[in-house]
Structures are given as structure tokens and as C-alpha cells.
């Protein structure tokens, strides 16, 4: 199976859960890139603690340039329910990644020009084989050009900050809705003005509206315009 699918759009726009049951339904593997540049952030924060945002870009990427090296963050399948999870050195991450604090800092650290080579390179060795569903901002765009499928998926900021909510419950159960509407803003803002690949829609990919359709309606559309 050689086929690439690339899925970009905003935080929590539903991409993920997206690639989740595109992955299962074509027998894909599901990379999730938000987790790779969620685990390097996990990383820089368990060395420098709150230190890390007095650091400046320029200190943090000097630091970053000694530490790539011992850096390993890899996927490893779940044998229950299949699904890849994050592991950063080896152990497992994959809740760790998506606290406030983390959310909080990463897209920071996603500016980072050399955060991008380092992620960006492993991304495509991941996908070089195919049979690969891969989520993002930028992999329609930027990551993998040539992917044979892209989709953008578009939602809105109501509906995002709640599908967030839900997902916070479990590990961070007093975080507000003000509080992820704050940092799903803030991201948006920062994904899409900066620099090195911004959020972009790629010239080729086809808009997946899902407000007020649930996980499957999105799924059918969704292998509508694969299968065609
Ligand atoms: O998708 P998720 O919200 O988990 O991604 C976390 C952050 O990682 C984003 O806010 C963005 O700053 C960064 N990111 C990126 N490029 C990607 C995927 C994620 O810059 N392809």
C-alpha cells in the first residue's frame, strides 16, 4: 500500500480523530506530527522547567543543538486498540503531551527553524514507505508535496474549544473553556503568521467542513473523495 494522505487544519479541528479512522478503515499507519512537535516540547520542559520561557529563541536552539542527538521520539502501536502512541525515549507520553502546559508552550518551540528540520526530516522518513496517514499544519503543504490525497479540515472555534474540553477532563479536570479558547487562539495566531511553514491550505487539498457532522458523516466524506 503506497498510498499518502496528508490532513492539515487548526488545533483540534477534528484532523486527528480524522486520520484515526481513515488509518483504521484503509489499514494506514496514523502519524500524528502535533505529537512529535508536543513531545519535544515535553522534553526542553522537564530540563529547564519555568526557566524555559525566559530562555530566548536564540539560547533555547543553542541548547536544542546539544540535546538532538539523545532525542528519540518514536510511535509504537497499541496492541489493544491499535492505535500508535507517542513515546519519547522510549516511554510512553502520550497524555503528558496534551496538558495545558504543554499546549501552552509548544507552538513556540514549532517556530524554531531547527525544531523544523530535526521533526520534519524524521516525517518524511516516516512516510517515505507509504501506507501512511499523516496529520498537521503544514504536511499538505510543506512535509509531503506529493502526498496522492490532501485534506484540510475546517471547524469552528466553539466547537473546537469544546472537542478540547472533553479531552482535557480527564487529565486536567479545573481547566476553563476561557482558558483553551485562549490557547487555541493563541496557536491559531501563531501557526499561521509564522515564518517556516505556516498553517496553510495546499493548492490541492479538498475542505472538509465537519461542524455539526458527527465522526462518521465526516469519515464517509472523507473516503468519498479517496475512493473516487
Ligand atoms: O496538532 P497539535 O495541536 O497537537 O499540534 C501541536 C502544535 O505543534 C501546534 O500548535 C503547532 O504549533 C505545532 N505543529 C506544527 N506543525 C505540524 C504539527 C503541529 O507546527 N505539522
Do not use: C
Request: net charge neutral.
Amino acid at each position: 500500500n503506497q498510498l499518502v494522505i496528508a490532513i492539515d487544519g487548526q488545533s483540534s479541528s477534528g484532523k486527528s480523530t480524522l486520520a484515526k479512522a481513515i488509518a483504521k478503515a484503509l489499514g494506514l499507519v496514523h502519524i500524528d506530527s502535533g505529537a512529535m512537535y508536543r513531545a519535544l516540547t515535553l522534553y526542553a520542559m522537564r530540563y529547564w522547567g519555568d526557566k524555559l520561557t525566559q530562555l530566548s529563541a536564540q539560547e533555547l536552539e543553542g541548547w536544542l543543538q546539544t540535546q538532538y542527538a539523545h532525542m528519540q521520539i518514536s510511535f509504537v502501536k497499541d496492541p489493544q486498540t491499535q492505535q500508535n502512541q507517542t513515546h519519547l525515549n522510549q516511554e510512553l507520553v502520550e497524555s503528558e503531551i496534551r496538558t495545558m502546559e504543554v499546549s501552552n508552550r509548544v507552538s513556540k518551540i514549532a517556530q524554531l527553524a531547527s525544531v523544523r528540520t530535526f521533526l520534519i526530516d524524521q516525517q518524511r522518513l516516516l512516510a517515505a514507505k507509504g501506507g501512511v496517514v499523516m496529520d498537521g499544519r503544514d504536511i499538505g503543504s510543506n512535509v509531503l508535496p506529493n502526498a496522492q490525497i490532501k485534506l484540510f479540515v475546517t471547524t469552528s472555534i466553539h466547537t473546537r474549544v469544546q472537542r478540547r474540553l472533553e479531552e482535557l477532563k480527564i487529565t486536567d479536570p479545573n481547566v476553563t473553556y476561557q482558558e483553551v479558547e485562549a490557547n487555541l487562539k493563541a496557536r491559531d495566531f501563531d501557526d499561521e503568521n509564522r515564518s517556516l511553514a505556516p498553517l496553510i491550505q495546499a493548492d490541492d487539498a479538498m475542505v472538509i467542513k465537519n461542524e455539526g457532522l458527527t465522526k462518521e458523516e465526516v469519515l464517509e466524506q472523507a473516503m468519498k473523495y479517496i475512493q473516487k
